[in-house]
């Protein structure tokens, strides 16, 4: 099955069921958009918020699971999914400024399947020589 923007979050909800209130206070705030034009790249920051306050408490397990579902997407989702993961939840998770528990983005790195850890590199590439990240798999 293809994850799609509409079908993307059931399985982190599924994952983490903590996520419940942030995803339903994002869906109140762009309740004018049907759910097929939310802006999932926005809720992104919510999440890498989140894997922060998890690992802050020593919950790697709760961490690792989310990340998998990182890997779904990546691995299964169309492209509106893959660019979410990649310029989303990994871009902000690279974002220091988004780490609001004391964590470092390479504290996260370990919790990284193989297609998590090529766009990780991608990404950090990008910012750090102005690279432009390609998805050399389509």
Same mark, same amino acid.
């Given at each position: 099955?293809?994850?799609?923007?509409?079908?993307?979050?059931?399985?982190?909800?599924?994952?983490?069921?903590?996520?419940?209130?942030?995803?339903?206070?994002?869906?109140?705030?762009?309740?004018?958009?049907?759910?097929?034009?939310?802006?999932?790249?926005?809720?992104?920051?919510?999440?890498?918020?989140?894997?922060?306050?998890?690992?802050?408490?020593? /919950?790697? %397990?709760? =961490?690792?699971? $989310?990340? +998998?579902?990182?890997? &779904?997407? *990546?691995?299964?989702?169309?492209?509106?999914?893959? /660019?979410? %993961?990649? =310029?989303?939840? $990994?871009? +902000?998770?690279?974002? &220091?400024? *988004?780490?609001?528990?004391?964590?470092?983005?390479?504290?996260?790195?370990?919790?990284?399947?193989?297609?998590?850890?090529?766009?990780?590199?991608?990404?950090?590439?990008?910012?750090?020589?102005?690279?432009?990240?390609?998805?050399?798999?389509?």
């Amino acid at each position: 099955m293809i994850l799609t923007r509409k079908t993307m979050i059931a399985p982190l909800l599924d994952t983490h069921p903590a996520l419940d209130a942030p995803w339903q206070a994002f869906r109140d705030e762009w309740e004018h958009l049907p759910p097929e034009e939310y802006p999932l790249y926005l809720f992104m920051e919510d999440l890498v918020g989140e894997c922060s306050a998890l690992l802050h408490r020593g /919950d790697e %397990a709760a =961490v690792q699971a $989310i990340f +998998d579902v990182l890997e &779904t997407w *990546l691995t299964q989702g169309d492209k509106y999914v893959t /660019d979410c %993961a990649i =310029v989303g939840f $990994i871009e +902000d998770m690279q974002n &220091t400024n *988004l780490h609001g528990s004391g964590t470092r983005p390479d504290q996260f790195r370990r919790f990284l399947g193989p297609q998590g850890r090529i766009f990780w590199r991608k990404v950090d590439r990008f910012w750090s020589h102005g690279e432009i990240i390609t998805d050399d798999r389509r």
